[in-house]
């Protein structure tokens, strides 16, 4: 091989390296594309206060210091917590602030308002507001502006919950607790289970499934799940425990599953703690990629079809 061609090799094979270990640093995998951490704060109350922890429960700050604040509800973009200030004392309202605590501001003035949970856009605030002793769902502006009361039944309603697509909010209603979903506008509201005492539906990150907290034999409450319009029921908890609120984290594309977070209560705080179980889902497809050994490989047979050439036309060049 002369001195041009073993250049040429030397070049095209240098580049390559880098490009493979460049590779190394920003693969995908065959399940998702690569993501920076997924875990953000969480936000809880405990002693009729707002705080915010990491996900490994260090850092517990205390973000509020009014009078019963409970209900806290992450923004979409996690810019912003929703609460109820004054729970229990049937004058609730419904605040908003930033994610460090600061710029608490009130948004309704209601008789009673409770239960905030953000629209999946951020754009506005779903939550309950009672009418006399009854309880109804209403949505706002998630600056507080354009209050729209959407129910308007016998009993009170609670508990509201948007689906991932935004069209739709589930919640807990009728005269024996049921869960019940309508339209965001209100309409087609209907009832999805009928075995009593049924609360706190949460949604899958596909908006296939609801799960729910029940009450059953021999007395106390289980998470259940089922499908969007109420079949299939399932019950995912069986301990002799009150385990309740369910929520489910959302979907990213490195997942393989979505993790179903149930809580169980405590006697004499709000805090909580975390009960897992996990419900397969297709994950969402990641474009393919290739790796980086292959990368490597490539270079080297380009960088013997770049050279084997030049060494021929020196070779035959010298036999002139």
Same mark, same amino acid.
């Given at each position: 091989?002369?001195?041009?061609? $073993?250049?040429?090799?030397?070049?095209?094979?240098?580049?390559?390296?880098?490009?493979?270990?460049? %590779? +190394?640093? %920003?693969?995908?995998?065959? *399940?998702?594309? =690569?993501?920076?951490?997924?875990?953000?704060?969480?936000?809880?109350?405990?002693?009729?206060?707002?705080?915010?922890?990491? =996900?490994?429960? @260090?850092?517990?700050?205390?973000?509020?210091?009014?009078?019963?604040?409970?209900?806290?509800a992450w923004s979409p973009d996690g810019s912003r917590i929703a609460f109820t200030r004054g729970w229990g004392t049937g004058s609730s309202k419904i605040y908003v602030m930033n994610a460090d605590g600061s710029g608490q501001t009130q948004l309704t003035s209601g008789e009673n308002d409770v239960h905030p949970t953000w629209s999946p856009d951020g754009s506005k605030i779903a939550f309950a507001r009672e009418h006399g002793d009854v309880f109804q769902i209403h949505v706002?502006?998630?600056?507080?502006?354009?209050?729209?009361?959407?129910?308007?039944?016998?009993?009170?309603?609670?508990?509201?919950?948007?689906?991932?697509?935004?069209?739709?909010?589930?919640?807990?209603?009728?005269?024996?607790? *049921? +869960?019940?979903?309508?339209?965001?506008?209100? @309409?087609?509201?209907?009832?999805?289970?009928? %075995?009593?005492?049924?609360?706190?539906?949460?949604?899958?990150?596909?908006?296939?499934?609801?799960?729910?907290?029940?009450?059953?034999?021999?007395?106390?409450?289980?998470?259940?799940?089922?499908?969007?319009?109420?079949?299939?029921?399932?019950?995912?908890?069986?301990?002799?425990?009150?385990?309740?609120?369910?929520?489910?984290?959302?979907?990213?594309?490195?997942?393989?599953?979505?993790?179903?977070?149930?809580?169980?209560?405590? =006697?004499?705080?709000?805090?909580?703690?975390?009960?897992?179980?996990?419900?397969?889902?297709?994950?969402?497809?990641?474009?393919?990629?290739?790796?980086?050994?292959?990368? +490597?490989?490539?270079?080297?047979?380009?960088?013997?079809?770049?050279?084997?050439?030049?060494?021929?036309?020196?070779? $035959?060049? =010298?036999?002139?």
């Amino acid at each position: 091989m002369t001195r041009l061609s $073993r250049l040429a090799f030397a070049v095209v094979l240098y580049a390559t390296l880098i490009f493979g270990v460049v %590779s +190394i640093g %920003s693969s995908t995998t065959s *399940e998702g594309t =690569a993501l920076p951490a997924v875990n953000g704060k969480i936000t809880f109350s405990s002693r009729e206060q707002i705080y915010v922890m990491n =996900a490994d429960g @260090s850092g517990q700050t205390r973000l509020t210091s009014g009078k019963r604040d409970a209900h806290p509800a992450w923004s979409p973009d996690g810019s912003r917590i929703a609460f109820t200030r004054g729970w229990g004392t049937g004058s609730s309202k419904i605040y908003v602030m930033n994610a460090d605590g600061s710029g608490q501001t009130q948004l309704t003035s209601g008789e009673n308002d409770v239960h905030p949970t953000w629209s999946p856009d951020g754009s506005k605030i779903a939550f309950a507001r009672e009418h006399g002793d009854v309880f109804q769902i209403h949505v706002m502006n998630a600056d507080g502006l354009g209050v729209t009361q959407l129910t308007s039944t016998p009993l009170s309603v609670l508990n509201p919950a948007w689906s991932p697509d935004g069209s739709k909010i589930a919640f807990t209603g009728g005269p024996f607790d *049921e +869960i019940y979903v309508m339209y965001a506008d209100g @309409s087609a509201q209907t009832q999805l289970t009928s %075995s009593k005492q049924n609360s706190h539906p949460a949604w899958s990150p596909d908006g296939s499934k609801i799960a729910f907290q029940g009450y059953r034999s021999p007395g106390y409450y289980n998470i259940y799940v089922m499908n969007a319009d109420g079949s299939g029921v399932t019950q995912l908890t069986f301990g002799e425990n009150w385990n309740e609120w369910p929520d489910w984290q959302r979907r990213v594309a490195a997942q393989t599953t979505a993790t179903l977070q149930t809580t169980t209560s405590s =006697a004499n705080s709000y805090a909580t703690t975390t009960d897992q179980h996990t419900v397969p889902y297709t994950p969402i497809a990641a474009p393919a990629t290739r790796s980086s050994m292959q990368s +490597i490989l490539l270079g080297v047979i380009l960088g013997l079809v770049v050279s084997t050439p030049i060494s021929v036309y020196r070779h $035959r060049k =010298a036999g002139k």
